[in-house]
Nanobody, 128 residues
Framework: QVQLVESGGGLVQAGGSLRLSCAAS????????VGWFRQAPGKEREFVAG????????YYVDSVKGRFTISRDNAKNTVYLQMNSLKPEDTAVYYC?????????????????????WGQGTQVTVSS
């Protein structure tokens, strides 16, 4: 059983930065792949970034490439999402999710269906 708690959201002006954290409980978190998703009002939850258990591979949706960076510190059971050059269209509730995937294939990371554990979300609002 893994419990995830997101933090770091808030209100920021366009062009600003935020760093989200996803803190996990459980001794085996280092074995889990982690994804960040976001959901804007009236829209489906969408994949933002993912990271393998060893942090050897990262995945990003095209709209955030070059602006967002996902990383993890397994000693602290925490995954981060550094968000730079924020845009109003980045406004959403951001969720982290974790699961164990049979292999490091991008298809597992991009879909919400594959994740066993979810956090409660943290609101990010970017003003223009």
């Amino acid at each position: 059983q893994v419990q995830l708690v997101e933090s770091g959201g808030g209100l920021v002006q366009a062009g600003g930065s935020l760093r989200l954290s996803c803190a996990a409980s459980g001794p085996t978190f280092s074995s889990y792949a982690v994804g960040w998703f976001r959901q804007a009002p009236g829209k489906e939850r969408e994949f933002v970034a993912g990271i393998t258990s060893s942090a050897s591979i990262t995945y990003y949706v095209d709209s955030v490439k070059g602006r967002f960076t996902i990383s993890r510190d397994n000693a602290k059971n925490t995954v981060y999402l550094q968000m730079n050059s924020l845009k109003p269209e980045d406004t959403a509730v951001y969720y982290c999710a974790a699961s164990v995937f049979p292999r490091n294939s991008a298809n597992y990371y991009y879909s919400t269906r594959g994740y066993a554990y979810w956090g409660q979300g943290t609101q990010v609002t970017v003003s223009s």
